[in-house]
């Protein structure tokens, strides 16, 4: 079974900055394919963020590009996403989503809050 643990969410004022994480763990990893973050404001539909692939070749929307870099550290089974000069519009909960053996997984969420 696979589980994605994530951390690193808080409350930050805007123009500040925050570093998201989210590890992979359960039998039977020893690699993922393409990760990704998502965030989702409550009653709205969950948006992509940004997306890393095997060759570590990225991708964001465009209302974060330039402030959010996403990361992964194979040998920890980990992705990060470095949120940086962050706006009351980036307030969200943020999920990571993982490709693990051909599944899509998903961590629990962690709430972000920039505060104005």
């Known amino acids: 079974q696979v589980q994605l643990v994530e951390s690193g969410g808080g409350l930050v004022q805007a123009g500040g900055s925050l570093r998201l994480s989210c590890i992979a763990s359960?039998?039977?990893?020893?690699?993922?394919?393409?990760a990704g973050w998502y965030r989702q404001v409550q009653g709205n539909q969950r948006d992509w963020v940004a997306r890393?692939?095997?060759?570590?070749?990225?991708n964001y929307d465009d209302s974060v590009k330039g402030r959010f870099t996403i990361a992964r550290d194979n040998a920890k089974n980990a992705i990060y996403l470095q949120m940086s000069n962050l706006r009351p519009e980036d307030t969200a909960v943020y999920y990571c989503?993982?490709?693990?053996?051909?599944?899509?997984?998903w961590g629990q969420g962690t709430q972000v809050t920039v505060s104005s």
């Open positions: 989503q993982m490709n693990i053996r051909g599944g899509n997984y």
């Open positions: 890393i692939d095997g060759h570590r070749i990225t």
């Open positions: 359960g039998t039977g990893i020893y690699t993922f394919n393409a």
